[in-house]
């Protein structure tokens, strides 16, 4: 299957149509109900991050099954394991043998109470240290990773750092990563509003949480989380990171340019050339290694790729039949 085969039905053309489908509770109960169809049994544990860092994740299998692999799947910003493209993915990918470990990152998935300090995106060591973990839990079996926006730019970092940390990655896949963040950033500031909104409100209540398990440690106040999603992350790296300035956090974490040059481990993304949240623009100046494959469709908005009125993704089965190749 190819990028250029993904036709939606014209009502499903609509690039912010299909960015809403994407998360939405329809998709999420379509997800529950394939996983549950196939007789799933999912076990929490909380994987080491190293430096006393926990992060929790949801290892899934189906009991007897051939275990042909095993998966580790990266959900995106104020995303968790059980966002709707995470439960569909593993239900794919349950379907081909693969046992799946679905990761929260820190401050997602209800999981603010296991680490004093606040997730931001330049934490990938922790998930590394992680994923790491979970390939020690379940050894001897090939290990393929995937990741969805803020999920798929931490693929492509691990892909990028797996050799040095010994992380027997054999391939990655990543749907609409975010590419350079300061034009993420930017398209989300300039884009329908909408957007901004919807993480911002997020993006505040989960700060909200944290205050309140941990009010000594975490002193912004109300005010603060009042402002814009692109001046309360700039007061957060200035009070809450090492990172000194907004644009250093930002360069942190980028993808562009030709950071991925040293990149060993395979690897296929999968963008949409209508993507409302991740300027498509900067895809034309990225810089891969010979080792990854860029995708686009002309469809899909931000991580929908939905081909019909039930919910089913193009994305979902894309990532399967990449991770499970031969």
Known sequence: MQASEYVPPRWLRNAHLQSFLSSSNLRRRRGLRRLQALGTVSTEHIFDGGAGVRLQGWHTVIPGMDIQGLALLLHGWEGSA?????????????????????????????????????????????????????????PQRPMVAAGYSLGGNFALRLALRAPEVGLPLARVAAVCPVLDPHSA??????????????????????????????????LYDDQVLSLNVRELTRWMVEHETEYGTLENYLDGYSVAGDRLAGMRVPAHILMAQDDPV????????????????LEVARWGGHCGFIENAHGDGFGERWVTDRLTRA
């Open 82 to 138: 059980e966002s709707s493209y995470m439960r569909m993915t593993a239900a794919s990918l349950l379907e081909r043998g693969y046992e799946v470990v679905r990761l929260n990152f820190r401050d997602h998935g209800n999981t603010h109470h296991l680490n004093e300090e606040i997730f931001h995106s330049c934490l990938l060591p922790e998930v590394l240290h992680a994923a790491c973990d979970v390939a020690a839990r379940f």
């Open 185 to 218: 950033l930017t398209g989300m500031e300039q884009g329908l509003p909408l957007y901004h909104w919807y993480f911002q409100r997020k993006w505040r209540h989960s700060l909200e949480i944290k205050r309140q398990l941990f009010p000594e440690r975490h």
């Open 278 to 293: 991740i300027p498509f623009a900067d895809f034309a100046r990225w810089q891969l290694p010979d080792t990854a494959q």
